[in-house]
């Protein structure tokens, strides 16, 4: 069965650095989206991505955050220069369907620790 | 702005139970709720998906019912198993507005014991 795949699994990283968290959505999905989940807190919706711009994000997403979709597979979420907030799981997803009614389909998220 | 609780936080069962996970939402203009499952440090696996048209959505010993006007969607979950312990998430993708975004409830936790 299709799944979004994403790497790494977990990476520890100093304050101030930069991290690049990779997925790799299902394919001939159109929408992706990555979302958030500090521990022990709801899951947070931080952007999505159509037509290889961004369609919606939230007020997490700063200037902080940015998103790509270099090839025909990936799609990376990077901070540029990370704070102890940010610590978390972070998630994938993505959705095949034109109209919003369609089911997102989540990968096994990347946890990020921030020292 | 659209809130979604989701009632008990956590349920603990002997096996064989049948169970009733509640989740309310306060605006009703959706396009639909999604029903997942969370093991513990892991990913979302996607359980059940019901359209706002629909009223329920079964898949095995599971079943969800929406009703949206009253904001309220239940899992049932039929002859608990140790198996079924994890975190139950429902959300909600919202009608207008954010239409590209799931909201989160904050989870019920169920314990199932043998």
């Known amino acids: 069965e299709p799944e979004v795949t994403q790497t790494p699994s977990h990476q520890v990283t100093q304050m101030g650095q930069e991290v690049i968290l990779r997925c790799v959505p299902i394919?001939?999905?159109?929408?992706f989206y990555w979302y958030r989940q500090i521990l022990g807190q709801k899951v947070e919706f931080l952007v999505s991505?159509?037509?290889?711009?961004?369609?919606?994000k939230s007020e997490i997403f700063d200037d902080q955050f940015s998103v790509e979709r270099p090839d025909g597979s990936n799609f990376t979420l990077k901070i540029r220069s990370t704070k102890l907030e940010d610590s978390a799981m972070y998630f994938c997803a993505s959705r095949g369907d034109r109209i919003n009614t369609g089911e997102l389909f989540f990968g096994e998220g990347s946890r990020l620790t921030v020292l | 702005k659209q809130e979604v609780t989701q009632i008990p936080a956590a349920l603990s069962v002997p096996e064989g139970e049948n169970l009733v996970l509640n989740c309310s939402f306060t605006d009703s203009a959706i396009y639909n709720l999604q029903w997942f499952r969370q093991d513990p440090g892991k990913g979302l696996t996607s359980l059940l998906l019901i359209q706002s048209s629909q009223r329920e959505q079964t898949s095995g010993r599971l079943n969800a019912s929406l009703d949206k006007s009253s904001g309220r969607s239940t899992l049932y979950i039929a002859a608990s198993q140790p198996g079924d312990s994890a975190t139950y998430l429902c959300a909600v993708r919202k009608f207008s507005g954010g239409y590209n975004k799931l909201i989160f409830g904050a989870g019920t936790r169920l314990a199932v014991h043998p």
């Open positions: 991505f159509y037509n290889n711009e961004i369609s919606e």
């Open positions: 394919s001939n999905h159109l929408y």
